[in-house]
């Protein structure tokens, strides 16, 4: 998976923390979450703020 990916992303972190609600958890967890994914292989560092938004209003709409 690479940062792009935000659809898989959000499917993958809803599979891995089921009982967590996205609104609560902070971009820097929600970032580490992400490159600590098994299936993520891509530059931990291009992982900014507008992606990790869109990741996170993926993953609610996962919920």
Known sequence: MKWTDTYRIAEALSDKFPGIDPLTVRFT????????LEEFDDDHLR????????IQMAWIEER
Not at 29 to 36: K, P, R, S, Y
Not at 47 to 54: D, F, H, P, R, V
């Open 29 to 36: 967890d929600l970032h580490n979450w992400i490159v600590e």
């Open 47 to 54: 992982g900014g703020e507008k992606i990790l938004e869109a």
